[in-house]
């Protein structure tokens, strides 16, 4: 049984670009959702998707934006990157309408701006 | 909002040592707490859940019990192998969400020593 897997494993930009990060949720799962950790913090909730719409956003500009697939898979997309974006960004899926949500996190995204 | 604090880090032990890591929430709901476990370059894994007060979730020979009138969850184990360094988070969600998403304290770091 998969779990969750992220795309790419590490991504170097420079400020003002724009990166995609990719997201396969763990199978039977139709729920991601996205979160940012910086280095020695403990993750931030961006948003999460379900049904391809976006159910919940935290506390994160427009420059942050999403996207869930027909079958279930995410992207987050981060625009006019800036060196405070630098942090591992981290996939999580779930069943909606399951015990707890329990949500299953992948390896995540190590995102490095210049 | 609602809050999770975890006790500074980072926290040395001997191996076989008793293990203890605070953690203390605000909320205005009705919260499951959770401890989740990073180990180095990898995502996170969910460790324990407690889902009302008085619960204890356990595994792993780890132990938290979720402690209403505290408003606690503290993490402990009673004898640590090296195997067990890593970074340790304490995280709550709100029951009454319908996302199940997770508000994380900071991390507390643990080094066991042969």
């Known amino acids: 049984d998969a779990g969750v897997t992220q795309s790419p494993t590490h991504l170097i930009k420079t400020r003002g670009q724009q990166v995609t990060l990719r997201c396969s949720p763990k199978?039977?799962?139709?729920?991601v959702s996205w979160y940012q950790q910086a280095l020695g913090q403990g993750p931030q909730f961006i948003f999460q998707y379900y049904e391809e719409e976006e159910r919940q956003r935290g506390n994160f500009p427009d420059r942050f934006s999403g996207h869930q697939f027909p079958n279930y898979s995410s992207e987050l997309n981060v625009n006019a990157l800036l060196l405070g974006d630098s942090a591992l960004y981290l996939c999580a899926s779930s069943l909606a309408g399951s015990a707890y949500n329990e949500q299953f996190f992948g390896p995540g995204t190590r995102l490095t701006v210049l | 909002g609602d809050s999770v604090t975890q006790m500074e880090g980072p926290v040395t032990l001997s191996e076989e040592a008793f293990l203890t890591i605070n953690c203390t929430y605000t909320?205005?709901?009705?919260?499951?707490l959770f401890w989740y476990v990073q180990y180095p370059g990898e995502g996170l894994q969910l460790l324990l859940k407690?889902?009302?007060?008085?619960d204890k979730g356990s595994n792993k020979g780890f132990e938290a019990t979720y402690r209403k009138e505290t408003t606690s969850f503290h993490l402990e184990k009673g004898s640590v192998q090296v195997s067990d360094s890593a970074v340790y988070f304490c995280a709550l969600s709100d029951r009454s969400s319908n996302t199940g998403k997770l508000i994380f304290g900071q991390g507390t770091t643990l080094q066991v020593k042969p």
């Open positions: 407690a889902t009302k007060a008085d």
């Open positions: 199978s039977g799962h139709d729920t």
């Open positions: 909320a205005t709901g009705y919260p499951s």
